[in-house]
């Protein structure tokens, strides 16, 4: 089945810090999302990219679509404590808006001030 | 509050029982997904709906598990005579479908707050 891996499976940084990760997959995808989830809570959206090459920011929050459409990667800069959280990357395949997500495994961010 | 809703958050049942969770997709959004977690691992698609109909169940068990979105009514995830490995946390997500005026594009899937059961 579907192959996406993320890195790093987790992270410590200083407050203050720039954050990279990224995700990987074994197809071609048309949708990527990035997510973040609190303990006990469902993934919040933070950033959705539908173009090969699209880049986009949401505050701190910067991700890109990769243009060979198998990888993408979320930078988070100037990290504060409440950036505390699993991150999530999904992808979709086909040629469609809809259906199925692929999620990678995670990534734990820890910051500490 | 304009989000997916799920209910229970919290569902403890004992094996052998039946295990009912319930989603509410956001206003307007006409497309329901249903995903599962275990511990400390991503999400892993069981099946998505539209009104009345399944349009891709490749992600539940072949036994025990069903799902349903009726014209009427939130989207519902059954679990007939549950097993402690089905104890995991369930997450809906909804989508716009096409032509739908609401919040939030049609590529994205907008989740709720999830439903942790616990089989003893």
């Known amino acids: 089945g579907q192959q996406l891996n993320q890195s790093p499976q987790s992270m410590f940084i200083q407050e203050g810090e720039d954050v990279s990760m990224n995700c990987t997959s074994s197809s071609i995808f048309n949708t990527w999302l990035w997510y973040k989830q609190e303990p006990g809570e469902g993934p919040v959206l933070l950033i959705a990219?539908?173009?090969?090459?699209e880049l986009t920011s949401n505050g701190r929050l910067t991700a890109q679509f990769g243009i060979t459409r198998k990888d993408s990667f979320l930078n988070i800069s100037a990290s504060i404590p409440s950036d505390v959280g699993i991150y999530f990357c999904?992808?979709?395949?086909?040629?469609?808006?809809?259906?199925?997500?692929?999620f990678g495994q995670g990534t734990i961010l820890t910051v500490h001030p | 509050n304009a989000g997916v809703m799920q209910n229970p958050r919290h569902l403890v049942r004992r094996r052998g029982q039946e295990a009912r969770l319930r989603c509410s997709p956001m206003?307007?959004?006409?497309?329901v997904y249903w995903y599962r977690q275990l511990p400390e691992e991503g999400l892993k698609f069981m099946v998505y709906?539209?009104?009345?109909?399944?349009?891709?169940e490749s992600g539940m068990p072949k036994e025990r598990f069903s799902a349903e979105f009726p014209k009427e009514g939130p989207s519902i995830l059954r679990i007939q005579q549950v097993v402690r490995g089905d104890s995991a946390a369930y997450f809906c997500?909804?989508?716009?479908?096409?032509?739908?005026?609401?919040?939030?594009?049609?590529?994205?899937?907008?989740f709720g707050p999830g439903t942790r059961l616990l089989v003893l």
């Open positions: 990219l539908y173009k090969a090459g």
């Open positions: 997500a909804s989508s716009p479908g096409p032509g739908e005026a609401t919040l939030g594009a049609s590529g994205s899937q907008y």
């Open positions: 999904a992808g979709r395949e086909g040629g469609t808006s809809y259906g199925k997500l692929t």
């Open positions: 206003k307007g959004h006409s497309h």
């Open positions: 709906l539209q009104k009345e109909n399944i349009i891709d």
